[in-house]
Nanobody, 128 residues
Framework: QVQLVESGGGLVQPGGSLRLSCTAS????????IGWFRQPPGKEREGILC????????YYADSVKGRFTISSDNAKNTVYLQMSGLKPDDTAVYHC?????????????????????WGQGTQVTVSS
């Protein structure tokens, strides 16, 4: 059974850090594009970054560049989203997604939104 499971969300104060994990089962992440998306309350979903583990290509949206880092551990079949310098505007449900068409769905200049597999999401709340 193909499944993506996010973990690591929670409540953090402004300026703090969190690390989200996205663990896959039923397929090997290393052959896929992995994207991270977020949806703030009452707003549209935003694609914030992606990685192609096969060659290390990454993309970061301007809203998170310099604060968020994506990495992968193929041995653990897990992708990580390290978030630092968190702001209240980062409050959202964060989802990871995967698609086998890695080159089409993640490039150095952007990511598509209609990934094939999605996790259930994890809540990140940035508040004092």
């Amino acid at each position: 059974q193909v499944q993506l499971v996010e973990s690591g969300g929670g409540l953090v104060q402004p300026g703090g850090s969190l690390r989200l994990s996205c663990t896959a089962s039923g397929f090997r992440l290393g052959y896929y594009a992995i994207g991270w998306f977020r949806q703030p309350p009452g707003k549209e979903r935003e694609g914030i970054l992606c990685i192609r583990s096969s060659d290390g290509t990454t993309y970061y949206a301007d809203s998170v560049k310099g604060r968020f880092t994506i990495s992968s551990d193929n041995a653990k079949n897990t992708v990580y989203l390290q978030m630092s310098g968190l702001k209240p505007d980062d409050t959202a449900v964060y989802h990871c997604a995967a698609d086998k068409s890695a080159y089409a769905y993640c490039s150095g200049s952007g990511l598509k939104y209609d990934y094939h597999y999605w996790g259930q999401g994890t809540q990140v709340t940035v508040s004092s």
